[in-house]
């Protein structure tokens, strides 16, 4: 077995700054920044404030609504995935979010120095993992966009298919991942 070259830590107050370098750079943006409303703040808001509002929604989600930060081994981070919990009734495009179970939606993103390594996908894997571990959610989303296919493969090899290989909302494609399925592969 290889070693993990990457660390999955939750947010502590000292990655802020780091978050927010990601947020601005333009190439990791392009298509990753058009989840609506569902972490509660945005790269607008200021560091305290994020801070509050992070705490207050984990206080009401608990790990559903979980911010991840992409480490290497020694702790230098590399990139953050985040991930909350849908409403019932919540639509994109056909895909209709499944009544009465918990089912996650997120994404990941890496500084764009360390892509094309291999890391992504090994740190979504982990996350996948955290998140099935952590909460108990019954499936998790991602909606890579149609011109982004590096983040639809690592979706792919951490477990995600495509729930129609076609169908887009604002050119993003929707992946699911059950936990039954990937239970099935990894166990409970
Ligand atoms: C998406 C992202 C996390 C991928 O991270 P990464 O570390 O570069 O990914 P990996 O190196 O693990 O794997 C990339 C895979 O995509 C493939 N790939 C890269 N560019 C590709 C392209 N233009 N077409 C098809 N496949 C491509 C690579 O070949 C590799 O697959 P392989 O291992 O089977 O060869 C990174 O590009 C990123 O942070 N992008 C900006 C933020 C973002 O868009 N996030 C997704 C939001 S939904």
């Known amino acids: 077995m290889t070693e993990p070259r990457v660390v999955i830590t939750e947010l502590c107050a000292q990655d802020w700054p780091f978050l927010f370098e990601l947020w601005r750079i333009p190439a990791v943006m392009r298509y990753a920044?058009?989840?609506?409303?569902?972490?509660?703040?945005?790269?607008?808001?200021?560091a305290e404030e994020a801070w509050d509002l992070y705490q207050e929604q984990r206080a009401a989600l608990g790990p559903s609504y979980t911010q991840l930060i992409l480490k290497m081994i020694d702790r230098t981070p590399i990139g953050e995935s985040f991930f909350a919990p849908l409403p019932d009734g919540f639509t994109l495009d056909?895909?209709?979010?499944?009544?009465?179970?918990?089912?996650?939606i997120g994404d990941i993103k890496l500084r764009p120095e360390h892509w094309g390594q291999g890391l992504g996908t090994e740190g979504m894997r982990q996350v996948v993992a955290w998140?099935?571990?952590?909460?108990?959610?019954?499936?998790?989303?991602?909606?890579?966009h149609s011109k982004n296919p590096a983040a639809a493969r690592v979706y792919r090899k951490a477990g995600f298919t495509h729930f129609e290989e076609k169908q887009s909302w604002r050119g993003h494609t929707i992946m699911e991942l059950w936990r039954e399925e990937y239970e099935a592969t990894y166990g409970p």
Do not use: I
Not at 94 to 104: N, Y
């Open 94 to 104: 056909k895909w209709v979010k499944p009544e009465g179970m918990t089912c996650l």
């Open 131 to 144: 998140l099935f571990r952590n909460t108990h959610c019954a499936l998790l989303v991602v909606p890579p």
């Open 33 to 46: 920044d058009e989840l609506p409303g569902l972490r509660g703040w945005s790269k607008e808001t200021s």
